[in-house]
């Protein structure tokens, strides 16, 4: 099981707590992960990720154990830590704006 | 007895108040949405517990939210439970997807070179006067979408974006955003809408295709005062039983044209200045409009301090100022295009938001004035809806 921390605005559009869990099978990616999450809470869709490129926004970041993933390519795998689940995968919000 | 439901976009959540007939004691329900900006929340005329609203945010984009039961609940629609069990197992999350019809193209930039078309956000929603789950979208960058199953997707209309003319439309200062949808009761399939800064455009077959209508429009900003594009129409409105006669707030001037866009002519008369944003028709009397006068380029706040209605009874040029209960030192807050809405009680009741928060109603068509609430994030929008 996955473990996905997602930023205050998007737990309440999923109506969820700060970390959502999903099954993803081998290997763990970036896309992978979000290609659940989506699936699971289909109104994120588009909040993440750009619909039609399916980029990262602009706005928001990936880390994991300590290391910003942001720039990471969406298929290379994650740490073996996110895919045992032992650390989450977090989409954070740049902290800008008022 | 009637009753009155307000709807209010603000830049960080949707708030709802309520009232009945009298219109002198106020529920308010909110913040829905909180954090986010809402730019834009409409009723069904069809289906009045049906309502639309815009929710978006600069980290996480466009969200297309619903209620069906006047507010109480909101779901991003194609994600119900019901949805959920549909045939294919999953709902395709399309709500919220505006893609540009075809090759995006460019637009002019505000340095004269072309940029491309970027989907940005939905500023305006129009619910259809026949049919709750059949709803129009104006957005940024400027283009109309329409949904016609309740906003689990979208298309565009793109003649309107594809018009010759396309490539010459440049954004003003807020974004080049279409922020206007007037949907034309007597003539079905007649529609006009407006965009910053490209002007005002008419369609007579249901939006597929679409001409300018800015004659006798002039703006001293451009190089062509009176080209047929590249205004910066701030609002337009009509009374459903006169649709050909229509009234405009541009960026400056306020105009009336009375053949369905085809001409104008200026009608700001005895205003302190004809700058602003909204405009609105009085319910019952077509020829009694409303305006909020502002100050500009720049400052974008009342003349003197002083937050006054602008009332014309003769459909223009004689304008009297509207005072009571509406502070007359001191105050420096902007009214936004969209943020003005008239119910359709006798006497109409006439409301409008802030930048600074306030909601301010009249139950008389404008005599008399009470703020609803006073401390609201920045208002976006005001949309009314009179209940049986």
Not at chain 1, 13 to 36: K, M
Not at chain 2, 35 to 44: A, M, N, Q, T, V
Request: hydrophobic share 35%; aromatic share 8%.
């Amino acid at each position: 099981m996955i473990r996905v921390v997602l930023p205050h605005h998007l737990r309440t559009l999923a109506s969820v707590g700060e970390e959502v869990q999903v099954d993803v099978a081998s290997p763990v990616t970036q896309r992978s992960i979000l290609d659940a999450v989506e699936k699971k809470y289909p109104m994120l869709r588009g909040t993440i990720r750009d619909h039609a490129t399916q980029t990262r926004r602009p706005f928001l970041r990936f880390f994991a154990c300590g290391e910003d993933l942001s720039h990471e390519q969406p298929d290379s795998p994650l740490p073996e830590q996110v895919a045992r689940g032992a650390e989450p995968f977090i989409v954070m919000g740049a902290i800008a704006g008022g | 007895m009637s009753s009155v439901r307000v709807l209010v976009g603000t830049r960080k959540g949707a708030f709802i108040l309520t009232s009945d007939g009298k219109r002198s004691d106020w529920q308010v329900s909110g913040p829905h949405f909180a954090g986010w900006e809402i730019y834009h929340l409409k009723g069904s005329p069809v289906d009045q517990n049906r309502i639309y609203a815009s929710q978006s945010s600069g980290w996480f984009g466009q969200v297309i939210q619903r209620s069906d039961d006047g507010g109480k609940t909101w779901q991003t629609p194609g994600t119900s439970e019901e949805d959920l069990r549909g045939p294919d197992g999953m709902p395709k999350g399309e709500s919220n997807m505006f893609v540009y019809d075809g090759v995006a193209g460019t637009h002019q930039w505000y340095d004269g070179t072309q940029h491309p078309w970027e989907f940005k956000r939905v500023w305006h929603l129009e619910p259809a006067l026949d049919d709750a789950d059949h709803v129009y979208a104006g957005v940024e960058d400027a283009a109309l979408f329409e949904s016609r199953d309740g906003g689990k997707s979208w298309r565009e209309l793109s003649g309107l974006r594809k018009h010759d003319s396309g490539p010459r439309w440049q954004p003003g200062a807020g974004g080049m955003c279409l922020h206007t949808i007037l949907l034309d009761p007597k003539n079905r399939g007649r529609m006009f809408i407006a965009i910053s800064a490209a002007g005002a455009f008419r369609s007579d077959d249901a939006g597929e295709t679409w001409k300018p209508i800015n004659r006798g429009l002039q703006s001293n900003f451009m190089p062509d005062p009176t080209a047929e594009v590249g205004h910066c129409v701030h609002r337009i409105a009509l009374h459903p039983s006169k649709p050909e006669t229509l009234f405009m707030q541009k960026h400056w001037d306020v105009m009336r044209s009375d053949d369905a866009g085809e001409s104008w002519r200026e009608v700001s008369g005895n205003l302190p200045t004809d700058f602003g944003f909204p405009i609105d028709v009085h319910a019952h009397e077509p020829e009694t409009i409303y305006v909020v006068p502002i100050k500009s380029d720049s400052e974008h706040f009342p003349p003197d301090g002083k937050l006054r209605v602008f009332r014309s009874r003769t459909g223009g040029n004689e304008w009297e100022a509207l005072t009571n209960g509406l502070p007359q030192r001191d105050c420096y807050v902007n009214v936004l295009r969209d943020a003005m809405s008239i119910d359709s009680l006798e006497p109409c009741g006439v409301y409008f938001g802030t930048t600074g928060g306030q909601v301010y109603g009249s139950s008389d068509a404008g005599d008399t004035w009470k703020p609803i609430v006073r401390d609201l994030p920045a208002v976006l929008s005001v949309e009314v809806q009179t209940l049986p």
